[in-house]
């Protein structure tokens, strides 16, 4: 999962914490090629180079799973040169493009997957991502009200929205929907993680701390709740159990930045400062 490295300022703390995951779409930070939703079926299209684009397609999509992104764009824009009028090489482009970084194509890209089958959400909630990559968190929020209002029931939608609307500062309209999100898909570990990140950030300890822990519940391979309950535990002066999820999230997390503070922190409680 992708997690976005800087300091968490909502929480008016003087540690570092690490901040809400973008989920669900965005919960795998823009990957969701296949099974969030059903996308609306397009019309029928039936001539050989499109059947060979939608061949090329697929392809593409193997080669972002496997992580090449810079394979799959150049196969997607052969497909887009082939079957211009389809949205999902658009879709799937755009997912690639941001995987390298290059997050105004992808907004381009989005774009026009959205104007191509404007009933899809997926284009959407993936815009959303990009725009809040760049830091448009309004026109990001806008884009995840779209999608909701699409997809009323997916919780991934409510998670991702919440998590925005809290680095903006929107903590009412965070708290709404994080608890929505839960309420939809208890089983959505960003849903529990971005919902513990902000009841931390509003003094509410005791809640984060079971967030967390239903989140390490629902998926123990992901490192950032390990962290972040690390820190609740030594706050409470639970060193024990601080040292032992500050030490297993340093064996398996991949973010050198983030393994130095819990390295950082384990020094100071091991040492009983």
């Known amino acids: 999962m992708s997690v976005n490295a800087e300091k968490f300022g909502t929480a008016q703390k003087s540690r570092a914490f ?6 669900g779409v965005l919960v795998a ?35 972002i799973d496997a992580g090449n992104p810079e394979t799959a764009i150049k196969m997607l824009t052969e497909a ?4 211009p009028r389809r949205s999902e090489p658009y879709y799937y482009r755009a997912v690639a493009y941001a ?7 992808a907004v381009e890209d989005f774009n026009t997957a959205a104007d191509a089958n404007p ?3 997926l284009p959407l909630a993936g815009r959303a991502s990009a725009q809040a990559a760049l830091g448009n968190l309004p026109e990001a929020i806008a884009d995840l009200d779209k999608a909701i209002n699409l997809e009323p029931g997916e919780g991934s939608l409510y998670a991702n929205r919440g998590q925005l609307h809290h680095q903006n500062g929107e903590l009412e309209q965070a708290k709404e ?11 959505l570990v960003a849903a529990h993680f971005n919902r513990g990140v902000l009841l931390f950030a509003l003094g509410n300890t005791q809640g984060a701390l079971e967030d967390f822990t239903k989140a390490i519940t629902l998926d123990p391979a992901q490192a950032p709740p390990y962290f972040n309950r690390g820190l ?17 999230f340093v064996q398996i997390s991949d973010n050198p930045a983030w393994v130095d503070l819990a390295q950082t922190k384990l020094t100071e409680l091991e040492s009983g400062k």
């Open 80 to 83: 887009i040169s082939m079957a």
């Open 18 to 23: 690490l901040p809400g995951l973008l989920a």
């Open 29 to 63: 930070a823009l990957v969701i090629l296949t099974g969030v939703w059903l996308m609306q079926q397009q019309p029928a299209q039936s001539s050989a180079e499109e059947n060979k684009a939608a061949v090329l397609e697929a392809a593409a999509v193997d080669q």
């Open 99 to 105: 995987k390298i970084g290059q997050f105004e194509a």
């Open 232 to 248: 609740i535990y030594a706050e409470l002066g639970q060193n024990e159990p601080a040292i032992a999820d500050l030490e297993h």
């Open 177 to 187: 929907d994080l608890d929505m999100a839960v309420q939809l898909s208890p089983e």
């Open 119 to 121: 009933h899809w959400a």
